[in-house]
């Protein structure tokens, strides 16, 4: 079945419906619907182009789908989860990006800072023993300075974590966030979620656990390609370039996407080739407002970039490109 058919058909049935369903329930009443899970790509399109919306109603573990105009609208909002879960891939400011459980990446606000529990300090205790033990590693294969960073941050956060409280958010930290509206006023792009507060339960420490959330919640670069934040009210998307080669200057980058008709992006950066890390590399994508003009703009690598064990941790964009 094509995007396009698809797109029409769950819309026709939530509509006909005119309730949050699941999506047995959704095939079920289409009778068109065959796919034993929906294709991640086209959920995604959903999102923006229909107001999808995916969420467990409180106290239940079914997911359900309903369009967000019903929300807006007053209605259902009692279903709606009080509190989430999700994997904190980047944190700036008051904003972070995160991936949550449907493998979709999100905006959470605003972020000041993480509550850790005595029970889960003794845990983020030993992911720090474990973040220690990285970062040796990493100074062992040449990357000293990064290494360093990464240790005064580890070694100033420890006595933290030790004793409980409020620390600042880290990358890999798993959260629970209590929430304050999935459809914030102030912010209504899709991906944008505004937050009351933030629990600390645990670190993600296995490059390979690390690499299987970037996996799920990364997807092809066609939305580089299209005028996807007009069409789809897209402003959010993660992507990994076809070729471990970059080139920065005047803060911008240079990089192929994976798409074969790729020719190459141009795109502003808040980032530098010292901050990319690793052998797979992750592009957060988000759009910005200037002139009355959307652009992409790459907001981190950085975090994204997953050191694998015996991994190639020194190579450098330069030496790469062609």
């Not at 190459?264 to 759009?287: A, C, N, Q, R």
Request: glycine content about 8%; some cysteine.
């Amino acid at each position: 079945m094509s995007y396009e058919s698809f797109k029409k058909e769950v819309e026709r049935v939530l509509l006909e419906r005119g309730e949050p369903m699941t999506w047995s329930e959704i095939k079920k009443f289409s009778g068109k619907l065959k796919q034993r899970a929906p294709y991640h790509v086209f959920v995604q399109k959903l999102q923006g182009e229909i107001g999808l919306v995916r969420f467990k109603p409180r106290g239940s573990q079914q997911t359900l789908w309903a369009l967000r105009r019903w929300f807006e609208e007053g209605r259902f909002r009692d279903l709606l989860p009080e509190r989430m879960r999700f994997v904190v891939l980047h944190s700036e400011g008051e904003t972070a990006f995160v991936a949550d459980e449907f493998r979709n990446l999100r905006r959470i606000f605003p972020v000041k800072s993480v509550e850790v529990h005595e029970e889960e300090a003794k845990e983020a205790g030993e992911a720090g023993e474990g973040e220690a033990r990285e970062v040796k590693k990493v100074k062992e294969v040449g990357e000293a300075k990064e290494g360093r960073e990464r240790e005064e941050a580890w070694e100033g956060g420890e006595a933290e974590r030790e004793e409980g409280g409020n620390r600042d958010l880290r990358r890999w930290d798993v959260v629970e966030a209590e929430i304050s509206s999935l459809f914030p006023e102030e912010d209504r792009r899709p991906e944008s979620i505004r937050v009351r507060s933030l629990r600390f339960l645990r670190r993600v420490e296995e490059d390979s656990e690390r690499l299987k959330i970037l996996e799920s919640v990364s997807e092809s670069g066609e939305f580089l390609h299209t005028d996807a934040w007009r069409k789809h009210g897209k402003t959010l998307g993660m992507t990994r370039p076809r070729f471990r080669c970059f080139y920065f200057y005047d803060a911008r980058c240079q990089f192929f996407c994976d798409q074969r008709v790729c020719l190459g992006h141009d795109i502003p950066s808040k980032i530098s080739k010292e901050e990319v890390l690793g052998d797979k590399v992750y592009f957060i994508l988000e759009t910005e407002e200037q002139k009355n003009e959307v652009k992409w703009i790459i907001s981190l690598v950085k975090g994204c970039g997953v050191v694998l064990k015996g991994g190639n941790f020194g190579s450098r964009p330069e030496a790469e490109a062609s």
